[in-house]
């Protein structure tokens, strides 16, 4: 997975109001990424599985003062958004 996207921090280490939408906020950019390098690696996170490329994304994303599970939620929502917003193209 190439790592040309920083994932911002979390504002603070608790939890706060907004934080899981901070947490999507920061991911997006590398999801992004990701869904242009390695469609088959978005499939498997809308189906909630993780592949090797969103492991290093979500640990990447545990580095920057994330938690694991909060980061794989979020890069699975935005699969399901990326896929959905790819759908309305043909609509």
Same mark, same amino acid.
């Given at each position: 997975? *190439?790592?040309?996207?920083?994932? #911002?921090?979390?504002?603070?280490? #608790? @939890? +706060?109001?907004?934080?899981? *939408? @901070? ?14 390098? #390695?469609? $088959? #690696?978005?499939?498997a996170a809308m189906g909630g599985e993780m592949t090797d490329d969103l492991l ?6 545990? =580095? ?8 794989? $939620? *979020?890069?699975? =929502?935005?699969?399901?958004? +990326?896929?959905?917003? =790819?759908?309305?193209?043909? $609509?």
């Amino acid at each position: 997975m *190439a790592e040309t996207h920083a994932i #911002s921090r979390p504002r603070a280490l #608790s @939890d +706060y109001p907004g934080r899981e *939408a @901070d947490c999507v906020a920061a991911l997006r950019p590398a999801v992004a990424e990701l869904a242009e390098t #390695s469609q $088959d #690696s978005i499939v498997a996170a809308m189906g909630g599985e993780m592949t090797d490329d969103l492991l290093a994304l979500a640990r990447k994303a545990e =580095k920057a003062g994330w938690r694991f599970e909060e980061a794989s $939620d *979020a890069i699975e =929502k935005l699969a399901r958004e +990326y896929e959905g917003a =790819k759908g309305t193209i043909f $609509d």
